[in-house]
């Protein structure tokens, strides 16, 4: 006889854990169920972010960062040492170890919460019933009152790339080098690949960026891209726009093998590479594959994610779907929200997702974060708008800190004066991007933000500076 819950979550990363912590305390029974593993071959909860994905890298990031500033940015404050060197597999140690703290700890949080975990690849059903094929072989059938789909996504493969572990990777392989790679090359300059990029790089790899657009970061705003695409240069990283990759061969054996890379300008005439390490950075979809048995009704786009309407509902009675595997960006935080919401519509309440307010942050150095429209995007949907923008450089905490570089930049409608994008290029750019999502949130115009007090000497000021510049009357620049 299958196991009954009114709610069973499939997949246990942000959004399905949130969804099924949330389902619990509004006094639903829950299962949620995850086939992950950690490198102890254990169950492992918290899917891609927690185990190969926001967590880990940001522990890296933050270790290389350390590193970097010995070599180049202590002496600045009168710091003087001999002999700086990182142990390579320490620091991949510590980052294992903040993984495995932080996978326990939602394992934790499913005890505290009583929702039940079920470890396997699960698959829906019709009439709500999912089996689990666990790892020991064995299959349970469980159904539930509502199911919600939170399976996550996977790295894309390339056809003339794929993946073999070890030289040839993804994230995943990249978060776990023994040694430092001589040569490396990333194809895709998104986010994944300039922050492990960086990573490498500030440990003494030459690092390669090969980037099928003609531009970096066409996202972001166009002013904050470039000063990024100056700074990322500065400090090595060598980024080949219109770069596009035909060919990747693994050639030599043991410890001399290499991969042979094949591209195409951007002038259109082709050109070669031969690295040590290749990642595969061009994307993520979703992980939607052996997820749907025949007839259940929930539907896949041409990009294989589940469809669904403004409340993740997908149109078959109490089935919903939520994080990266259904529209909207693949963040961690945005499956949280989801999560959340689905939760609480299920419960009778209220659920919302404000997709105009999630922010985006890419933590290299500068730390690059904005939430809202950019200039451009404005532009083209004819909307008129006002900005005004600070530097770091004139910020007193900013020089204090040797973090100078960057600006803050508001953008504001030009007849409501409302908060339509806040865009940062900076240090604690991810920190500082709250105050535009507090205030568009709120439906706050730039003079809001120019009126709120600012502890001075702090980085936020910039942000205070930049909303006073909106209307010329910034203390601290030139209008």
């Not at 939602?106 to 666990?134: C, D, E, S, W």
């Not at 531009?215 to 980024?239: N, Q, T």
């Not at 905490?397 to 900076?426: C, N, P, Q, S, Y």
């Not at 730039?446 to 510049?469: G, K, W």
Request: aromatic share 6%.
């Amino acid at each position: 006889m299958a196991d009954q819950f009114d709610v069973v979550v499939i997949g246990a990363g942000p959004a399905g854990y949130h969804a099924a912590i949330r389902a619990a305390q509004l006094g639903k029974k829950v299962a949620c169920i995850d086939a992950a593993l950690g490198k102890d071959g254990k169950p492992a909860l918290g899917g891609t972010c927690l185990r190969v994905g926001c967590v880990p890298s940001k522990a890296l990031l933050d270790s290389t960062h350390q590193y970097e500033n010995m070599l180049h940015k202590f002496d600045q404050h009168g710091i003087s040492f001999k002999d700086a060197a990182i142990d390579v597999a320490k620091m991949v140690a510590r980052k294992d170890g903040i993984v495995k703290q932080f996978t326990g700890g939602i394992a934790m949080l499913f005890k505290a919460n009583k929702v039940t975990p079920y470890h396997g690849f699960a698959t829906l059903h019709p009439n709500r019933v999912v089996k689990v094929k666990q790892h020991d072989g064995s299959e349970v059938e469980l159904t539930g009152s509502n199911i919600i789909l939170a399976a996550g996504s996977d790295s894309i493969e390339l056809p003339f790339a794929k993946f073999d572990g070890e030289n040839i990777v993804d994230n995943v392989g990249a978060l776990d080098f023994t040694d430092v790679p001589q040569r490396l090359a990333v194809i895709g300059a998104g986010v994944i690949g300039l922050e492990l990029g960086s990573v490498w790089k500030r440990l003494g790899a030459e690092v390669t960026i090969l980037e099928a657009m003609p531009e970096l970061l066409a996202a972001a705003d166009a002013e904050v891209a470039k000063l990024a695409a100056r700074e990322f240069k500065k400090a090595g990283l060598d980024i080949k726009l219109g770069a596009k990759v035909s060919r990747a061969e693994v050639t030599g054996k043991g410890k001399k093998k290499e991969v042979a890379l094949t591209y195409t300008d951007a002038k259109g005439e082709e050109q070669s590479l031969v690295v040590d390490k290749l990642l595969v950075a061009v994307g993520r979809r979703a992980a939607s594959r052996g997820l749907l048995a025949e007839g259940t009704g929930v539907q896949l786009n041409e990009r294989g994610q589940i469809v669904v309407d403004d409340h993740c509902h997908t149109g078959v009675d109490g089935v919903w779907a939520i994080g990266d595997c259904v529209r909207g960006p693949m963040l961690a935080h945005k499956g949280f929200e989801e999560g959340i919401a689905v939760a609480e519509l299920i419960a009778g309440l209220p659920g919302h997702v404000n997709f105009d307010t999630i922010p985006w942050v890419i933590y290299t150095s500068p730390e690059i974060a904005w939430v809202g429209k950019t200039e451009q995007q404005l532009k083209a949907e004819g909307v008129p708008y006002k900005t005004g923008s600070f530097p770091f450089a004139a910020v007193g905490r900013a020089v204090a800190m040797a973090e100078a570089t960057g600006f803050v930049k508001v953008i504001a409608h030009a007849e409501t004066d409302r908060v339509l994008g806040l865009h940062i290029i900076g240090a604690n750019a991810s920190e500082l991007v709250h105050e535009g999502v507090l205030t568009m949130e709120f439906s706050g115009s730039a003079d809001d933000l120019a009126r709120i007090c600012h502890a001075h000497p702090t980085l936020s000021e910039a942000i205070h500076d930049a909303a006073m510049a909106v209307d010329k009357r910034a203390i601290h620049k030139a209008n």
